[in-house]
């Protein structure tokens, strides 16, 4: 059995471009449990709350439950539920998983699969983050499910089972993306204006997918925009979005007290994005649209208010 393909295959809910990563998530975070103990069962009731915050800081902007995902992974073979009754899921309706004692756990083949080849375990991985979410939130999402990963064993899967084969032949990434939109934004941040070199080389600046890759954004300049490494990852994270007018969101949620968080976040609200240069199509609006309503978080703070000079 290939379980990167069946991976790689994960039946996804999908309406209107609509993001829905439940499934990829629990499977991650099924991954880090069994790397810790691969005998443990993940009870319902008790992980329930863990992956609420899993899906409320990596899933849709909208509220959502874990008992969708805990259900309807069992029919992609690769997860198992069990009741106080015996195996079998009881539905998703989160008041019977939590009076049934559901529990569930990765299917007992995959289990056999990775006690036998430890390897497998960063391939799946890989695959579910490169599949569901931008480069840059990875490392952070291993974190916050308790994998961790030989980048070795984890670097560049998906061109290695059939169905990676045959997905990386539709459609691949396209080295040159970094290059043409940090050329695009002349070298600086498109939010902030940052700007730091090293010798001849930049360093801390980074191309970022408006309309993420793993969800068919294109490598195309008018995907894309010059960020710094802060400010792409809150962009990937919801915390910064692109309004009407090319002018820069900061989500009501974002929270910061320091003078550094009003500097570099609070007071880009409002703020016009630096660049492209003249001739180069800035973020088509279609992209715009897609991160406003899949990944910005909530509603957009109003611009902050010029501080009184003394």
């Not at 004692?101 to 299917?107: K, M, N, V, Y």
């Not at 080295?175 to 010798?199: H, P």
């Amino acid at each position: 059995m290939d379980w990167l393909e069946r991976v790689a295959k994960l039946r996804r809910w999908t309406n209107n471009d609509v993001r829905a990563p439940h499934k990829p998530l629990l499977l991650l975070y099924a991954l880090g449990s069994f790397q810790r103990d691969a005998d443990s069962e993940l009870r319902y009731s008790a992980v329930e709350e863990e992956l609420k915050r899993l899906l409320e800081e990596y899933g849709p902007s909208h509220p959502t439950t874990p008992a969708y995902p805990f259900h309807h992974l069992v029919s992609d073979g690769v997860w198992e539920v069990r009741t106080d009754q015996g195996l079998g899921s009881p539905g998703s309706d989160v008041r019977v998983l939590r009076s049934s004692g559901a529990t569930g756990r990765l299917a007992s083949e995959l289990r056999t699969a990775l006690r036998k080849e430890p390897a497998l375990m960063g391939r799946l991985a890989r695959v579910l983050l490169d599949f569901h979410f931008p480069p840059s939130l990875h490392a952070d999402l291993c974190e916050a499910v308790g994998l961790d990963l030989d980048p070795a064993e984890a670097a560049g899967v998906t061109g290695n089972s059939p169905g990676g084969r045959e997905r990386a032949a539709r459609r691949q990434r396209d080295r040159r993306m970094r290059e043409v939109v940090l050329t695009a934004y002349e070298f600086q941040c498109a939010f902030c204006g940052y700007d730091g070199m090293l010798g001849a080389s930049t360093v801390g600046l980074e191309a970022a997918h408006v309309r993420w890759w793993s969800y068919d954004g294109p490598d195309e300049v008018d995907n894309g925009l010059c960020l710094c490494s802060l400010h792409h990852k809150l962009f990937d994270k919801g915390v910064l979005g692109l309004g009407e007018g090319r002018r820069i969101l900061v989500s009501r949620r974002f929270v910061g007290r320091s003078e550094a968080s009003r500097q570099h976040v609070l007071a880009l609200a409002g703020r016009p994005v630096i660049g492209p240069q003249a001739g180069v199509p800035p973020v088509a609006g279609r992209h715009r649209q897609w991160h406003a309503e899949q990944v910005f978080r909530g509603e957009a703070r109003e611009p902050l208010a010029p501080a009184l000079s003394g």
